[in-house]
């Protein structure tokens, strides 16, 4: 590529690789596949990064919503019945060594958008981009039973995103005694998606 070429390159469209797809060396097939990396680099389910992107398909899941990859920078983590959902998680139960449980939290930050995605002419305002929030916690604590696969160690609780506007404004964060104060509705994964399902038939369509 000319470095001297001011054009846009344009988004690369993410690929979705089967598990046997072998790492390449001059064309070549060498002898570990991306599943290998997969397991190497995503196997740790409690690390909060990989955690997250768990919550995320868990509710993806729930809610039948299929997309062949995830993408990273998107404003929106699912997307359901043509409304945007933010899916938020948190945990008991850390990765490292702990003293004691950790508080629940999450980060409700309303934020830009990347300057890729501006239209023209249109300001960027800092605002919460979805139309409601499924936050995730991991419940689990008894270390001999803690298993990230297992949705029934989850729950669920889901909230209009007006509702956060409304009451919590530019607020960076929330606590689960806070957000409980909301009133959101509480679920388990079974009922996720009737849940969402009813929400969404409230919300007033305009973007956010």
Not at 28 to 34: A, G, M, Q, R, V
Request: proline residues 4%.
């Amino acid at each position: 590529m000319n470095r001297e070429d001011n054009r846009a390159l344009g988004q690369i469209d993410p690929k979705q690789y089967l598990k046997i797809q072998p790492f390449l060396n001059r064309g070549k097939s060498l002898n570990f596949t991306i599943l290998d990396f997969w397991q190497w680099s995503s196997s740790n389910l409690l690390e909060n990064t990989i955690r997250g992107v768990l919550a995320e398909f868990i509710v993806a899941s729930a809610l039948d919503v299929k997309t062949p990859v995830r993408v990273e920078w998107d404003d929106r983590d699912v997307e359901f019945e043509g409304f945007k959902i933010e899916v938020k998680s948190a945990a008991y139960v850390q990765a490292w060594e702990q003293e004691k449980l950790s508080d629940i939290k999450f980060s409700i930050q309303p934020k830009y958008l990347d300057t890729t995605r501006l239209k023209a002419g249109c300001p960027n305002i800092a605002q919460r981009r979805a139309d409601l929030y499924v936050f995730c916690v991991f419940c689990e604590t008894d270390f001999d039973r803690i298993e990230p696969l297992d949705v029934s160690q989850w729950e669920f609780y889901v909230l209009d995103t007006a509702t956060l506007d409304r009451e919590v404004g530019s607020q960076k964060s929330i606590g689960l005694n806070s957000l409980k104060r909301l009133d959101p509705t509480i679920v388990e994964y079974d009922r996720l998606k009737p849940t969402v399902q009813e929400i969404v038939r409230s919300i007033d369509r305009n973007p956010h």
